[in-house]
């Protein structure tokens, strides 16, 4: 029976973030690491909202036609 156990050397994991993801905390408890994560979409990405003004005008006609 041979167990191999936790290797002692060091190592390093690194992960790339999505854009806009700020790193709020993080946590390394009970051998786990917990880090905790916010999207953050800045003003000029979010989407607008344009008011529509829906008055009729006195120039605009409408041309009526008959169904083909």
Partial sequence: FLHRGISARNFKRQFTLADHV?????IFENGLLVIDLQ????EAMKPRRIAIN????SKLTQIESKAA
């Avoid at 999207?39 to 800045?42: D, G, M, S």
């Avoid at 829906?54 to 005008?57: A, E, K, Q, R, T």
């Fill in 54 to 57: 829906g008055s009729v005008s």
């Fill in 39 to 42: 999207r953050e979409i800045p």
């Fill in 22 to 26: 700020e790193v709020k905390g993080a």
